[in-house]
């Protein structure tokens, strides 16, 4: 008999569609929506909500790495969220640049974080209410975090051979193709530079579409943890390396296994595959 | 260098602050349906498809007039993105009535000019895709005319 969970562990982590149409006008939340489609917030989004790009607001323009803390503090500011703001992260192919955005306010020690449960496509599909106005909040006084927590949720590429090597949980949440080695893309998606496709050793291949319903809202806790506990390895006890191919996929699965199952020791290889299939000498797995 | 009408859209994008050129880009992308096919319209070629570098399906519809001069209308898929949507209005619009041989010489460097740095970035190498299927339906359309007139 399996001690599975019943609920998500933190339910608190999740907000649904009609909470936050009632919430539009709560001063104590701010609504992040954060996309692939870079100009989709541009052709309408939740009123109120704020843009955060994932790569001209959350990256160095410069080094391959996220921005320092300064200059998320400056983001915040801008955007009117304080210390103590709960952010609520939304944004279309099933929240992935939300979860990823989500884990990146995480890097830097914000604390109340949620997402929209089935992200901008449900939202819309609901015919909820949409604007072109683009929302203006005065600054805040956020604070300069005085560190990014890169050593708890975040892993860089020695720490995944590590984890590699010491044959502990290690989830490739990449497409089946791009596990197995077949392509060194996502279909549909323009090849981004990497040279070796297949798998860091030892991976488990969990895609991130196996944690979502076809309304991209997340599944239940009893499934989570039958697909991560059961079928793919993860143990509370041990800590859990996650990563795809730029590291937005596998900030979902971080946010299932950590809010909604409850682990608090999973990291997020953001350098993941375009670093890895790149990487001199890093050792190659390929399946059938 | 480039056809009257797309030169035009090139100067009028490379005028506008950061904030206007993304309006005019979303504007474009929302008048997208108005480039698909009408009822009874007859086209020399048509190249309905869904490739690795486009989210969706992408259909390319050309018609060369009595004077040589190319008419395209394209459809496009639901999931095809924001960015791609402006660049299939714009280039209908800018290229309508060149000559598949003119589509075929462009130099694909005024994406940029339009787009701007900012937004162009690696997932969005689609912006050159529209251009690209552009390109290849003028390129058989000129290849099949070109063994009609050696048979």
Request: aromatic share 10%; with cysteine; proline share 6%.
């Amino acid at each position: 008999m399996n001690t599975y969970p019943t609920e998500y562990a933190h339910p608190e982590a999740l907000v649904e569609t009609d909470w936050l149409e009632q919430h539009l006008s709560d001063k104590s939340i701010r609504i992040v929506e954060s996309n692939e489609d870079i100009l989709l917030y541009d052709t309408g989004h939740i009123p109120g909500a704020v843009h955060i790009d994932w790569r001209s607001d959350l990256q160095d323009a410069v080094i391959r790495d996220y921005i320092a803390p300064d200059k998320f503090a400056e983001l915040c500011r801008r955007n009117g969220i304080g210390p103590d703001t709960t952010c609520i992260f939304y944004g279309d192919k099933a929240n992935w640049w939300a979860c990823y955005a989500l884990w990146a306010f995480r890097l830097f020690g914000h604390k109340n974080v949620k997402v929209l449960n089935g992200g901008r496509d449900k939202w819309k599909a609901e015919n909820r209410p949409m604007t072109r106005e683009v929302a203006k909040y005065p600054a805040s006084d956020y604070p300069v975090p005085n560190e990014r927590r890169d050593k708890e949720i975040r892993a860089f590429a020695d720490e995944a051979l590590a984890q590699s090597k010491a044959k502990k949980p290690l989830i490739d949440v990449r497409s089946p193709g791009e596990f197995k080695g077949e392509i060194t893309h996502m279909a549909e998606y323009p090849q981004e530079g990497v040279l070796r496709g297949g798998h860091i050793p030892g991976a488990k291949s969990v895609p991130w579409k196996t944690a979502t319903k076809d309304d991209n809202t997340f599944k239940s806790a009893p499934e989570l943890a039958k697909i991560y506990f059961e079928d793919a390895g993860v143990r509370p006890d041990v800590d859990t390396v996650v990563y795809c191919r730029i590291g937005e996929r596998s900030s979902h699965t971080w946010f299932v296994l950590t809010y909604l199952l409850g682990l608090d020791n999973v990291r997020n290889y953001d350098g993941s595959w375009t670093e890895w299939g790149n990487k001199v000498g890093a050792p190659i797995e390929k399946s059938s | 260098m480039y056809p009257p009408k797309l030169n035009n859209i090139i100067e009028l994008f490379e005028t506008l602050p950061e904030v206007e050129r993304r309006e005019t880009l979303v504007n474009y992308a929302e008048s997208a349906p108005r480039q698909e096919p009408r009822p009874n319209e007859k086209f020399d070629l048509e190249d309905v498809r869904k490739d690795e570098e486009c989210a969706d399906k992408v259909g390319v519809y050309l018609q060369v007039d009595k004077e040589g001069r190319a008419h395209l209308r394209m459809s496009l898929g639901p999931e095809v993105q924001t960015l791609t949507r402006a660049m299939t209005s714009i280039l209908c619009k800018g290229l309508d009535g060149a000559t598949p041989q003119e589509i075929l010489d462009l130099p694909s460097d005024f994406v940029t000019r339009i787009v701007g740095a900012e937004l162009v970035r690696v997932r969005s190498q689609t912006t050159y895709y529209v251009l690209t299927r552009i390109k290849g339906i003028c390129k058989v359309y000129l290849d099949r005319q070109r063994a009609a007139a050696a048979a």
